[in-house]
């Protein structure tokens, strides 16, 4: 497993910070979801290689992406889209 550490640089101009073991760190651009309704977009990733121990981390920059707030309006834009087309 590998220690990620998150810096989550939030809409509302917050930076949140989070701590995780996985298997996979995210490369840059890939969407990462930390909640339920909150997704970052990654854009930078930091190895680290630690020499006491020899284990491997990563320091993850991401910064929020609101697509949760606009999905529903877009799905409803589709939608009527669809059914004028027909």
């Known amino acids: 497993m590998i ?5 989550l640089h939030a809409e509302d101009g917050e930076t949140l910070s989070e701590e995780i073991q996985s298997p ?3 490369r840059i651009g890939e969407l990462v979801t930390i909640s339920q309704t909150r997704s970052f977009q ?3 990733v ?8 020899g ?3 990563a ?3 991401a910064c ?4 949760h707030k606009h999905i529903g309006d877009v799905v409803d834009q ?3 889209d669809r059914h004028s087309s027909r």
């Open 64 to 67: 929020e992406v609101n697509w």
């Open 78 to 80: 589709w939608r009527r």
């Open 42 to 44: 990654v854009v930078d």
């Open 3 to 7: 220690d990620i550490s998150y810096t």
């Open 24 to 26: 996979l760190v995210p």
């Open 55 to 57: 284990s491997t981390g």
């Open 46 to 53: 930091l190895w680290h290689h630690y020499q006491k121990d």
């Open 59 to 61: 320091t993850v920059t």
